[in-house]
């Protein structure tokens, strides 16, 4: 897009977020460039890839909508993930129970070429994970995704999800000995005495 | 409230499953190089059509608000007349 030419080359998400309130839809453009692969890796891993990406758009689409509301008071990113977060927790709890099956699309991108087998063996036992993540409550989900596979502070974690920090780190404890008893069942991926 | 054990309190199961953890880090999620585009394009369709709807409803009412103004005038003039 041209457009992006005239904004200021390294603007950062404040002056992006003035210009895309004005209007600019170069600015906003910019922003959804910057954060579109976080808010794909999030949703795909809250909802599974079948989803993500209709919800990375639909919620990319609420943010630019709601940028009036947005006041600033926490950073862009925490805002729009928050958004992020919420939309895919609302799409989860729409859909019936879980369908676990390790065809579950997660493995379908596996190319037809020979891969060394420890790789093959580490993308299938990384399926498996993806989903035995996906099965934890929604609330515990968010939560580890957010810290352990993003790496997200917990200051940051508690506006996103709207938590105060004492309930993330206990929800987090709590999806981590959640994900633990379930590997201690998959004797494949555990490989410790159970 | 618990809180994650600290790094001394941690069992071989809190190793075991960083383990696990990493690999999921590190496997690749699918790439959406076309959502920015998709987006964009849908938020300026959406941004015109709020825009034509917003005029639309600015029309409306101004022409509700000048018919009743009109009849307001006319039944006031009649209400004086009587």
Known sequence: MTALAVLPPGADDTQLVRRAREGDLSAFEALVSRYRDQVVRVATRIVGRDEAEDVAQDALLRAFHSLPSFRGEAPFRSWLLRIVHNMSIDARNRRTPIPIDVDDGVSADVPDSPRPASMLEQHERSDRMALKIRELKPEHRAVLVLRDLEGMAYDDIARITETPIGSVKGRLHRARKELIEALRNNTYDWELPR | ?82
């Open chain 2, 1 to 82: 409230m618990t809180e994650t054990p600290p790094p001394d309190d941690r069992q071989p199961e809190d190793d075991r499953l960083d383990e696990l953890l990493a690999e999921v880090r590190s496997s690749p999620v699918p790439e959406a190089p076309d959502l920015t585009d998709r987006v964009v394009r849908a938020a300026r369709w959406q941004r015109g059509v709020r825009g034509v709807l917003m005029s639309v409803t600015a029309v409306v009412t101004a022409v509700a608000e000048g018919i009743g103004a009109m009849l307001g005038v006319r039944h006031h003039k009649h209400g004086g007349d009587e």
